[in-house]
């Protein structure tokens, strides 16, 4: 069974950063994909960041390109997601997922049947 945690979000002014932490379960990291979502009021969850089982490197939607990275501490079984230069459009509840994802379809919540409970980020203009 996967347990995923988020934590570290909160309310920042435009420009500033966050950072969010994702505590999974033991070998969580060693088994699946693992991406990042968020979901703003009223809108559909969307891709964030993803980091593949098999490589270090993220990638990253368009609109976080830059501004955002996407870590993991495999010996603390902590997926990070460092938030710099936020802006008010970035406001959403963010989560973590863990999954197995084909091809290039990591920007899908499809793949992803481990979800967490997710954690509010709100920018202020």
């Known amino acids: 069974q996967v347990t995923l945690a988020e934590s570290g979000g909160g309310s920042v002014q435009a420009g500033g950063s966050l950072r969010l932490s994702c505590t999974a379960s033991?070998?969580?990291?060693?088994?699946?994909?693992m991406g990042w979502f968020r979901q703003a009021p009223g809108k559909k969850r969307e891709f964030v960041a993803s980091i593949r089982l098999t490589s270090s490197a993220g990638d990253y939607a368009d609109s976080v390109q830059g501004r955002f990275m996407i870590s993991r501490d495999i010996a603390k079984d902590t997926l990070y997601l460092q938030m710099n230069s936020l802006q008010p459009e970035d406001t959403a509840v963010y989560y973590c997922?863990?999954?197995?994802?084909?091809?290039?379809?990591?920007?899908?919540?499809?793949?992803?049947?481990?979800w967490g409970q997710g954690t509010q980020v709100t920018v202020s203009s």
């Open positions: 997922a863990a999954g197995i994802v084909t091809g290039s379809n990591y920007h899908s919540t499809i793949p992803y049947g481990y």
């Open positions: 033991e070998r969580t990291f060693t088994t699946y994909d």
